[in-house]
């Protein structure tokens, strides 16, 4: 399965407007399955974030074409400052999503990875979810950056930043996560909280 992550940056009191505005512009597309929907609490502020999924390459770029060709894309005029699209696909041995409650509250957490680091961080992934169960049924997905930088960019549910906090503290003493021989993959990362919206398929 593809994905799109589409990050659009306003003013912090108008994510609400923005994510509707969003929500109506994105049901004129003829692909594309509209998965979550948030606004980003902790790390960059003043983001929506919205991420679809798309069968095949084609729907795909015709969707970004209709970004690109759009007078107003995202009903974003007025309110959108910027947009930025990532395409990606889920690791092969993962489930495709399919939107589910989680506790509402998500972590993003993007990964570049060294030349050549991505073999090694798939075989240590592979490996290291099963052992953990008890945290990685927390994630949602994780995806390979289809353009750009080499990086991976996962995501996890949770019910509250204490649940993420523990399960991570818990995994780490038992020598369970983080996965064996990924760690050392990392050039560098960065993490964002965001809370889902109203209108997420996924709560």
Known sequence: MLYELTKLSGPLLELSRISAAATTWMAGASGGRILGLWHSEIGEL??????????????????????????????????????????????????DIEPRAY???????????????????????????????????????????????????????????QQRFDLRAEHYAAGLWPPKGAPEQIDRAMSMIALAGEQSPMR
Do not use: C
């Open 46 to 95: 003043g983001a929506v974030l919205i991420l679809r999924s798309f069968a095949s390459y084609e729907a795909l770029a015709a969707e970004r074409q209709r970004y690109n060709q759009s007078a107003n894309p995202f009903n974003g005029a007025g309110l959108v400052r910027s947009v930025q699209q990532e395409s990606y696909q889920g690791f092969d041995f993962l489930p």
């Open 103 to 161: 506790g509402g509250l998500y972590e993003f957490r993007t990964y570049w990875l060294k030349p050549g680091g991505l073999p090694p961080t798939l075989a240590a992934w592979r490996a290291a979810l099963a052992p953990a169960k008890a945290y990685t049924e927390h994630l949602v997905i994780n995806m390979i950056a289809l353009d750009g930088p080499p990086r991976i960019t996962h995501i996890w549910g949770f019910e509250s930043i």
